[in-house]
């Protein structure tokens, strides 16, 4: 068997019908935060479009060594984008963006 023979794809012809039209799917249309809470290990967000994620405590040192009261005194900026830690009203100085969990960066994009 030749190498060049293994590299090709096969083709079979067969076809499979499609289901569903695009317009019958639902894509995100905006990243806002609708709302926050709080486990032992992560910080759940629920998104206004009905998407949730859920992030590491251990990825946002602030977080993870805080009480979980700490926690739990933030606000949310007025384009619902940030969670904001006042450190005059908590002992957390720290924002969190939405976006920067919301697609992978490489390395060097995060420097």
Request: with cysteine; hydrophobic share 35%.
């Amino acid at each position: 068997m030749t190498i060049s023979s293994i590299s090709k794809p096969v083709r079979t012809g067969k076809r499979y019908p499609i289901r569903y039209r695009a317009h019958q799917y639902t894509f995100p249309t905006e990243d806002t935060i609708d709302s926050v809470c709080f486990d032992a290990t992560h910080v759940h967000i629920q998104l206004s479009d009905g998407r949730a994620i859920s992030i590491p405590l251990v990825w946002i040192p602030p977080l993870y060594d805080a009480n979980p009261e700490e926690r739990e005194k933030f606000v949310l900026s007025d384009d619902r984008q940030l969670i904001i830690w006042d450190p005059e009203e908590s002992e957390i100085n720290e924002i969190l963006r939405l976006s920067d969990y919301l697609q992978a960066k490489s390395r060097l994009q995060r420097r």
